[in-house]
């Protein structure tokens, strides 16, 4: 049965965009890349990982922090995140949240997308519309083991987009998981094109 909620109780205009980003360590700088490569040899060696660049262990491990807290809860880089999507679609009540994670990935940033739209488009559309999509190569065949990794983007100008899925949960929405050459191409910045495409068609 299709969601709905009642207009009064919705705390946000459409398009709503709930994006979780997983960095890769380059995106620090060389600094971040031999540590991480100097903690993985340590572990392998058994002997004690040495944390400088980030506040804690990176190797083996998540966290969930980049650049310093505000006092909102969020991380400046999530507000980044918030206020440029903002920005390009010049619309500031656009509804944007972020979390952003750094990974031990050397290369390449992978995110979660999700999209709220104001009107219904299927997985079928979004896959017709990325597929022709200029810097954009589709890489959604989940049944053969088929979609986008970090490894795979290395020096490639292209944006991976796959695992694309309705959100059953809600009436409108769409899934993605993006990944890019984040030297090469940025990071937040693929998940805004993408979106910008989708959002262009069904507001």
């Known amino acids: 049965m299709p969601c709905s909620r009642p207009a009064e109780t919705v705390p946000w205009n459409f398009p709503r965009l709930v994006v979780s980003t997983y960095q ?9 890349i031999l540590e991480l490569k100097n903690q993985i040899m340590a572990y392998a060696a058994g ?61 390449g940033h992978s995110e979660s997308v999700n999209i709220e739209t104001g009107s219904k488009i299927t997985a079928e559309e979004v896959k017709q519309l990325l597929a022709t999509a200029p810097g954009i190569r589709l890489v959604d065949e989940p049944q053969k083991g088929l979609y986008p990794l970090a490894t795979d983007c290395a020096g490639n100008f292209e944006t991976l987009v796959g695992r694309i899925r309705e959100d059953e949960s809600i009436a409108n929405g769409i899934n993605l998981w993006v990944v890019a050459d984040n030297i090469l191409k940025g990071a937040a910045l693929n998940a805004v094109q993408i979106a910008e495409k989708l959002i262009a068609e069904y507001i």
């Open 24 to 32: 890769a360590v380059s995106g620090t700088g060389t600094k971040a």
């Open 47 to 107: 002997n004690p990982l040495e944390v400088k660049v980030y506040p804690h262990q990176i190797a083996f491990n998540c966290l969930p922090q980049i650049d310093s807290f505000l006092d909102n809860g969020y991380t400046k880089e999530e507000m980044k995140m918030v206020n440029e999507t903002r920005k390009i679609f010049e619309d500031p009540s656009i509804g944007v949240t972020a979390t952003t994670v750094r990974v031990p990935v050397f290369y």
